[in-house]
């Protein structure tokens, strides 16, 4: 691309210097403005004055407004292209697409953290105009925890990662992005996870000034319900994306390697998942307070911790960005979290105790409770990974990694009991359940897991985790199918309806519960995706050009292979493939090896044929003329991950659609219509 | 230059937007940022809560995964909890509206005839929530603890 060297790109040149300045100082008083609002909130609340609330939360807004500032003053040099600004030049690069160069934004380092503060201020403006009229005793107190992890964030920009750092000279061109990040996972896998990590601050937030109050009762949990599944939510969606985005980019087969940045994303969605089931324990019996605060801290915690991890360059991976001194801001950063958090929780220790007990332990309290004990018990195991090569290298100087067969030889175990637990759960009422009850419902269930037990042996899957897991998904959907089936009968015996439409007042009355078990249906077909694993082939050939080789009923041959270079590419081999499945012709894969601009390594695009069934997965692993090396691998069931992932998606959306009655009282509320 | 001006204005603007709370006189019933209504809030929603059990307990017995005795003591457990709350909602309300001892005494007795379920006898109205039948001069519905308008 020609760059134009008269007039206009001197204008652009000053224009972008405008821009720039204005960034950062936007974020100097980003940075005033989080303090004035989080210190007057709480001088507000003290003093009983509405009005210095009332400025605290104006504040509040003018952060959100000015990071909106920078953030756009960041876009604006990465579309102008403007190198000069050190972080346009380190991740972009004249020849990157568009769709890319805006998506490093959060590509890098300093932009993912103005990229987090940004978000958060968000958040914390719809906190701020949700409860004008509600909570008003613990808001001031949210305000100041959300200011305070705003300011954090904000001063690490000011002070060690600024994004809008100048160059001395201005470059030709910028570094690029690193191939593997150009892909669309980039567009939408960060976004997804920093929704999910920041939106955990403010059930966190909520949990500070419940404490700080002591307004320990479930209002707080009430309020921030929407705001915990809706994170969770979007932290399995940015979970699911990182592992798909792994699968196709990175090229070594397989979607998730317990690499400790995986683990570290892990972490959250887990403690975080044992928080959204524990806390239905406080919204019906009022019990467990003590757990679920400890549980939202923790998964707080771990956000941030995952956000260090990734961020901070300690642990090498396609995430991090070389050593930095932000490490230690974030070691600090946390230390402070979790005084702040146990002190408060020991001083309110007392008021926390339970005003029930389990009344059995065979109730659907108590099998939440084993769920919990289970998901902390994954997360515990998975903390290991990250943290003792951290360990092993400040006391030993050696690191060592923690591998797969440690996570696979632990957490496969936890994860199959909590897949039993999944399907005992619907069987058990809130309460007690007699032993009696229990079993006659399990019966249909049993017969027909024991069925599908022996059917599987009869087809040659012999005992393992795998065929384990496959008669526990058995066991699991039977369940479900039961709940849904006597459900419905028994709506339909209630109302006198139709089978569809009492299914469909059944799910519409209590969402929570059916979406619950929508989002359930996802989990157990991503298991049955993971036990596929335990299937998979793998082969290693060279090819001439015309030859075939068969792996499983697939037949590959190798037509050609083209060699050119593309705009954003300095050089492009492509290996033509035709596959066939037992001589019927399927597809034509086009596995890749190419070296973009400005980097010297080939990176390699993989091509992949997906069925239902099996995905052939090939990598072009190396060539010479008319001579190709291929690394073929058939994985069987890896498309029900993903379509397990837009379930759950599919049964988030059933358990936050909007209640018709409560909507309609509320507006009733709003116009003064409700007269008593 | 054009920078510095930009900024200025900038803050200048968001200066005057935070600070205006506080020169600004507010209506005093606008004063809404201090008022702790966490006591009624917190009793609305455990008489909520009370309803709802009750009616997943119902749904429950019926898709058999509770035994009928089971049904009827945890039934009768939140029904008291529910009217505990119930009666405790109308108490505060009352000290809000400053109604006279009279109506205190209406309330105590309405309370009574709903625990022994006495209500069905004398006339009634309909619920506009869930559609269930209520004694006329009942404040809530005994189906869903929905308010019910006045007569």
């Not at chain 1, 515990?380 to 360990?391: C, I």
């Not at chain 2, 205006?20 to 009793?43: E, F, T």
Request: hydrophobic residues 45%; glycine residues 8%; positive net charge.
């Amino acid at each position: 691309m020609e760059i134009e060297k008269d007039e206009p790109e001197c204008l652009g040149g000053r224009r972008q210097i405008v821009m720039n300045e204005i960034g950062y100082y936007s974020l100097i008083i980003a940075l005033l403005f989080s303090v004035y609002s989080g210190l007057t909130s709480v001088f507000g609340i003290k003093g009983k004055r509405g009005e210095v609330i009332a400025s605290a939360e104006n504040a509040a807004m003018c952060v959100f407004f000015f990071l909106t500032a920078a953030s756009v003053a960041l876009i604006y040099a990465l579309v102008t292209r403007d190198f000069q600004v050190e972080y346009v030049w380190k991740y972009t690069s004249r020849s990157l697409p568009m769709s890319y160069t805006v998506a490093a934004f959060y590509g890098g380092q300093k932009g993912s953290l103005l990229f987090w503060a940004w978000i958060l201020s968000i958040f914390s403006l719809i906190v701020i105009l949700q409860n004008r009229k509600k909570n008003r005793d613990l808001l001031p107190y949210v305000n100041a925890v959300l200011m305070g992890t705003t300011f954090f964030f904000v001063i690490l920009m000011v002070f060690e990662a600024n994004p809008f750092e100048m160059l001395r000279h201005v470059p030709p061109d910028g570094r690029g992005l690193n191939p593997m990040l150009q892909n669309p996972g980039m567009i939408f896998h960060p976004p997804t996870i920093f929704l999910g990590y920041v939106g955990f601050t403010v059930p966190f937030a909520f949990s500070l000034a419940a404490l700080i109050t002591g307004h320990l009762g479930d209002v707080w949990i009430r309020t921030t319900r929407r705001w915990t599944i809706v994170s969770w939510a979007f932290l399995t969606a940015g979970n699911l994306l990182g592992m798909e985005w792994a699968y196709v980019e990175l090229g070594w087969g397989g979607y998730w390697a317990w690499d400790p940045v995986e683990n570290a994303s892990f972490l959250p969605w887990l403690v975080g998942t044992a928080y959204l089931h524990s806390v239905m324990i406080q919204e019906k019996r009022n019990m467990l307070k003590i757990w679920n605060l400890v549980l939202i801290l923790l998964t707080f915690l771990l956000t941030i911790f995952g956000t260090f991890i990734t961020r901070s360059g300690l642990i090498a991976s396609v995430h991090s960005f070389g050593q930095s001194s932000l490490g230690w801001m974030f070691l600090i950063f946390l230390a402070i979290v979790l005084a702040v958090s146990l002190i408060l929780l020991t001083y309110r220790l007392p008021d926390l105790r339970s005003e029930n007990h389990l009344d059995s332990f065979l109730s659907r309290e108590s099998s939440f409770l084993y769920n919990n004990l289970l998901l902390v018990g994954i997360a515990f195991a998975v903390l290991w990974g990250p943290l003792f090569p951290m360990l092993s290298e400040a006391f030993r100087g050696v690191k060592i990694t923690v591998g797969p067969p440690f996570f696979n030889g632990v957490i496969i175990p936890i994860a199959l009991a909590l897949l039993l637990l999944t399907g005992l759960c619907p069987l058990i009422a809130w309460r007690r359940t007699s032993v009696k009850k229990f079993f006659k419902k399990a019966f249909f269930p049993c017969i027909l897991s024991v069925t599908g037990a022996v059917f599987l042996y009869l087809s040659g899957i012999g005992p393992s985790y795998a065929f384990v897991s496959f008669v526990l998904s058995i066991f699991v959907l039977t369940t479900f199918f039961l709940e849904f089936f006597d459900g419905t009968r028994t709506q339909r015996t209630l109302s006198g309806e139709g089978y569809l439409k009492s299914l469909w007042t059944l799910v519409a009355k209590n969402k929570r519960r059916y979406g619950g078990y929508i989002i359930h249906l996802g989990v157990v077909m991503a298991f049955v995706s993971f036990a596929g694993n335990h299937f998979n082939t793998e082969k290693q050939i060279t090819l001439t050009k015309g030859e075939s080789f068969k792996i499983e009923e697939y037949t590959i041959r190798f037509d050609a292979l083209s060699n050119y270079p593309t705009a954003n590419k300095k050089r492009s081999v492509i290996a033509t493939l035709t596959v066939f499945d037992e001589d019927r012709r399927v597809a034509t894969l086009f596995p890749e090896k190419s070296i973009y601009h400005g980097q010297d390594q080939p990176t390699s695009e993989v091509a992949i044929h997906s069925t239902l069934e099996e995905d052939l997965y090939v990598i072009l692993a190396g060539h010479k003329k008319d001579m190709v090396t291929l690394k073929v691998l058939v994985n069987p069931l890896v498309a029900w991950l993903w379509i397990g992932g837009v379930v759950m998606g599919l049964g988030t959306v059933i358990v936050m659609f909007p209640n018709r009655r409560r909507q309609k009282k509320i507006k009733q509320r709003d116009l003064g219509v409700e007269k008593i | 230059m054009v920078e510095h001006v930009v900024v200025i204005f900038l803050i200048l603007g968001a200066g005057y937007f935070v600070v205006r709370p506080l020169v600004i006189p507010r209506r005093p019933d606008d004063d809404s940022s201090l008022k702790g209504d966490d006591r009624l809030k917190q009793l609305t929603l455990k008489k909520d809560r009370a309803y709802a059990t009750i009616k997943e307990l119902e749904f429950d017995a019926n898709m058999g995964k509770i035994s009928k005795e089971d049904f009827e003591t945890l039934k009768r457990q939140y029904m008291f909890e529910a009217v505990d709350s119930l009666k405790e909602i109308d108490e505060l309300e009352t000290v809000k509206t400053k109604t006279t001892g009279l109506e205190e005494k209406n309330i105590e007795r309405k309370t009574s005839a709903l625990r022994q379920n006495k209500s069905a006898k004398k006339p009634q109205v309909f619920c506009v929530e869930c559609g269930s039948r209520a004694a006329l001069r009942a404040r809530f519905c005994p189906s869903c603890g929905a308010k019910l308008a006045k007569p």
